[in-house]
């Protein structure tokens, strides 16, 4: 993707519905788990800040990715997303 995204719905829009779908339940799980995080697009990605960077999170053509700023608990809501890679399960 070489866009500039300015929203993360913009971003959300590129991807393809199965893809989408990951995402918006990511992104609905990050605003459960930290609702006063402000949401954000960082390094062209869409991004949660609380006190500093919370977590990144990605689409791919094949999975999707996430990135903890920190030690940061994976809440127990990522779990299903670990069956698309590169998402660890928390331990």
């Not at 960082?42 to 500093?52: C, E, Q, T, V, W």
């Amino acid at each position: 993707m070489n866009a500039k995204f300015q929203t993360v719905e913009e971003y959300i829009a590129t991807f393809p519905p199965k893809t989408k779908k990951f995402l918006k339940d990511i992104r609905a799980t990050i605003k459960l788990a930290a609702p006063q995080a402000e949401e954000t697009i960082s390094y062209n990605m869409p991004a949660f800040k609380l006190h500093g960077m919370l977590v990144w999170y990605a689409g791919y053509k094949e999975h999707i990715g996430e990135l903890r700023q920190g030690v940061v608990p994976c809440p127990a809501s990522f779990v299903p997303f670990a069956s698309l890679g590169n998402i660890p399960e928390p331990p």
